[in-house]
């Protein structure tokens, strides 16, 4: 029996909203965590305090641990244009010194988001009416944490009078309705070059407290938040030190040069710096872009820790068993010359993926973004695949000291699919056995549409299938579920997939269904059985389908062609698989124009998407790789892959089917279907009556039950 790690057990003092993102980061990472509050309860009552701005880094994080993170948009205002105005006088003449119309930030009362995030934790973490108490002894001067003073009757008067020359009709009559005003003066302090003391970490205004000119005190703190998590979870709990370190190193330099900026924003604001009052008059164009807030150092910056836009990866193993017994690392060392010369070719893969100014992806080609892993194991090629399991083959193991070797391939999703990521290894395998690339990759764009594009949205075909489906995944993401996943493999040969076929039937149009509509039909109604969905209800799902054919593209084409498109399993029962093939057929149908498929190209740009939805959250998935040519990477002469396995990372969501080629031997119909889902689900699909009736192959089961 695995032994359980051991968690991480952590308090954080203070249930602002930095104290309650930490707890939901840390949650997430794994640890246990208790949050101590001094207020005696949570804030109640209507909407109030600070108004927030939050960048979309922060929306994103905070959605992934909402329970609903629609909610959050709910919650929220657009805040999609920074514009800076003077106003002068009594005459009430405006100016506009800079207006940035592509701000997407959101705005959000204080106490809306604190409210979201704490009552999407955990019931009892957070414990009201505790102070956490720690003592400094000083000299004897006088200390303080805040400057607060009340205002004189004549102060008021001569603020009101300001407020009405100056600001909005609005905010000045706010000022006047607010009974007791008082002076709060701001202060930052000088940023830290330490914010961690052995395993004492700061987050938040602890660490870096700001001016709010930058609208960057609540955003830095959220992300303060995620990337400890993030480091807390890859490192363990056994290597807190290197965790914190990792943390520290991430965030110092990012927060301390954005306090430096919100400092000076203030100052130019308020005319203290050396040149004096900026003066809307006669202040010029370069004078006025300094108030710009996305001048801001590191506002589009994603951590390579955190990089939630590029997490989802492909990832193809290929598993081989080579006759001729070699030296340990003799073959490696052949492998490591020959991927150089292939790397050559593909110049995007060798570069590193950053951010442009307006915050688009793009690849810079002055970095490595490749990075090798070499890990050996004890025993054979063939003993490693009798007892592997998700969590195994995940390690990226590449050589077995009994013979035998595999490669293994993780790419983001915004470089590549699995079908170009299989291409790269047998342009790989090519460079090794034969020196050189037989079909080098093609870079280019994707297609458009062939009639001329109108920059009005409605041209981009708003009712198409494609476009509905991605705007309702983007509408409702899912929460990120953290219950554990594991993937099951099975083999059909080609009579048992004929067989299948068969009991499939025929669609409407009388053509016999095909390999991936028969056993996707097969699968969907197994698992919603399993799910326990309403009667006369399947579970929702996607298809994700290779659409070169339909873009007409070269097969040589680099880059992801995989598009998603929802199947609805509305007015269906576990039993009717001939009715779920003719329904995933029809969807199918729906992706077979390149308008269609070309229309979602142009509306995700159009829309801004400049960081890909996650469509593998709120549905089950299931992706038809099946024209995938892994069998054909033959790295020495007569010798392809034994084994081929494909995932999608990260696991998220209902579940996942793969359906993927078999070896050659089994037949053209042959298939390997790949199932990811959560430990007691995979057991009774296992166990499923109308799966045990087909008798597939278990090339990968439970492995406690293997050994039961």
Known sequence: MKEAKRKGKAVVVGGSIAGLSCAHALIAAGWEVVVLEKASSPPTG?????????????????????????TLELNTLPLTIDQNQATYGDKKINRILTRDEDFNFRAAYWSDLHSLLYKSLPAHIVRWGHMFLSFIISNDKTRGNSVTMKMSDDMISKMHEAAESSLLPELANVIRETKEPFLNVIYDSEPLDRIIWDNVVLIGDAAHPTTPHGLRSTNMSISDAAILGKCLEKWGVENLNSALQEY???????????????????????????????DPITAG???????????????LDVPDILSIDCAVSALPVLYYDFPTRRRPGELTKKLI??????????????????????????????????????????????????NVDREKELKLITEFEGGGLAIGLSCT??????????????????TTLRGEITSPPLFHPLPRRKQEINENTNNLKLNSH???????????????SHTKQTTIALRFNHGTVKSCIAMAGNTNDDEPNTPFEALAALFWTRISKIKGTTKNALVDMSICLDMRKVLKLDKG?????????SVQGDGLDANEVSKAAGFIREAISRMDGDDEVTGLIEWLEHENYENPPC????????????????????????????????????????????ILPSSGGDGPSSRVIAVTLPEDEAEELLEDALIKQFEPTILMGLLNKRHS
Request: charged residues 20%; aromatic residues 8%.
């Open 248 to 278: 520290q190193s991430i965030r110092v330099p990012v927060t301390s040069e954005q306090v430096l900026f919100s400092r000076r924003l203030g100052l130019i604001k308020q005319g203290l710096v050396d040149r004096g009052l900026l």
């Open 337 to 386: 010359e020959s991927i150089s010369v292939m790397l050559c070719a593909y110049p995007i893969i060798t570069g590193r993926l950053l951010r442009t100014p307006d915050g688009r992806w793009a690849i810079k080609f002055n970095d490595a973004g490749v990075r090798m892993v070499e890990a050996k194991v004890k025993g054979s090629v063939d003993e490693w695949l009798q």
């Open 466 to 480: 494609l476009i509905n489906h991605y705007k309702s995944a983007i509408q409702n993401l899912a929460p990120i």
């Open 413 to 430: 999703h915004l470089l590549s699919d699995p079908i170009s990521a299989t291409m790269m290894i047998k342009a790989w395998a090519d």
């Open 557 to 565: 084409f680099f880059g992801n062609c995989m598009a998603y498109n």
């Open 46 to 70: 209507c909407a109030t305090g600070a108004g927030l701005g939050l960048d979309p880094l922060s929306q994103k994080l905070i959605q992934s641990w909402l329970k609903q993170p629609h």
């Open 285 to 299: 164009r370069e004078e006025c872009e300094e108030l710009r807030q996305k001048n801001m150092p590191f506002l």
């Open 615 to 658: 469509m593998n959250g709120s549905h089950l998935i299931c992706a038809d790789l099946g024209d995938v040519d892994s069998y054909s990477a033959v790295f020495e002469d007569n010798v392809g892959p034994i084994r081929v396995s494909y995932y999608f990372e990260p696991a998220v969501g209902p579940g996942q089917i793969v």
